[in-house]
């Protein structure tokens, strides 16, 4: 049994690959808000990587503290301009990497939620490459927000939180 070396100082691992070369991270602890009802960037939340080698897997990693009220919010990320691992495509539903749920709780305006996890990208590249997420409100004159509560009011108990990415080039 072997077992291969990550060695988080930008060498590759021996054997069959899986070494981290490069690590990323963005980190946004500023607000943002959106009403629109069409996919935009999360200002702050995107980060470019260069692999040093188009073989490399970049494994994003990903953490978006959001809160809205009334309404629903969609998630998905996004390589450059393309959507990557969003849902096929069937009939009117959205493609997302994730979406809310829709609340009228009145106490749910003093809370934030949190999405998170991993994707392994192949961008077969050794161009700089941007990674960001992006997000939309379904519902007309509503507000979705980043990183703070609906509320937001100026009390112990109304949270602002932070978000990031992580990008890490990983040897094929």
Same mark, same amino acid.
């Given at each position: 049994?072997?077992?291969?070396?990550?060695?988080?100082?930008?060498?590759? /691992?021996?054997?069959?690959?899986?070494?981290?070369?490069? @690590?990323?991270? @963005?980190?946004?602890?500023?607000?943002?808000?959106?009403?629109?009802? /069409?996919?935009?960037?999360?200002?702050?939340? /995107?980060?470019?990587?260069?692999?040093?080698?188009?073989?490399?897997?970049?494994?994003?990693?990903?953490?978006?503290?959001?809160?809205?009220?009334?309404?629903?919010?969609?998630?998905?990320? @996004?390589?450059?301009?393309?959507?990557?691992?969003?849902?096929?495509?069937?009939?009117?539903?959205?493609?997302?990497?994730?979406?809310?749920?829709?609340?009228?709780?009145?106490?749910?305006?003093?809370?934030?939620?949190?999405?998170?996890?991993?994707?392994?990208?192949?961008?077969?590249?050794?161009?700089?490459?941007?990674?960001?997420?992006?997000?939309?409100?379904?519902?007309?004159?509503?507000?979705?927000?980043?990183?703070?509560?609906?509320?937001?009011?100026?009390?112990?108990?109304?949270?602002?939180? @932070?978000?990031?990415?992580?990008?890490?080039?990983?040897?094929?």
């Amino acid at each position: 049994m072997t077992t291969d070396k990550i060695i988080p100082t930008g060498g590759v /691992s021996s054997g069959g690959g899986g070494g981290i070369i490069q @690590v990323v991270q @963005v980190v946004k602890t500023d607000t943002f808000a959106t009403t629109s009802q /069409s996919f935009v960037d999360i200002t702050g939340l /995107s980060a470019t990587i260069t692999p040093k080698f188009n073989t490399s897997k970049i494994l994003f990693q990903y953490t978006v503290s959001f809160s809205t009220r009334s309404a629903y919010m969609h998630f998905r990320l @996004v390589r450059g301009s393309t959507p990557i691992f969003i849902a096929d495509a069937d009939g009117n539903r959205a493609r997302l990497t994730f979406g809310t749920w829709h609340t009228n709780d009145a106490h749910h305006e003093y809370l934030t939620n949190n999405f998170s996890g991993l994707f392994l990208d192949s961008p077969a590249t050794t161009s700089a490459t941007t990674y960001k997420i992006q997000t939309l409100i379904t519902t007309n004159g509503r507000t979705g927000y980043i990183n703070r509560s609906v509320g937001d009011d100026n009390q112990s108990y109304e949270p602002r939180t @932070v978000s990031n990415i992580i990008l890490m080039e990983v040897s094929a």
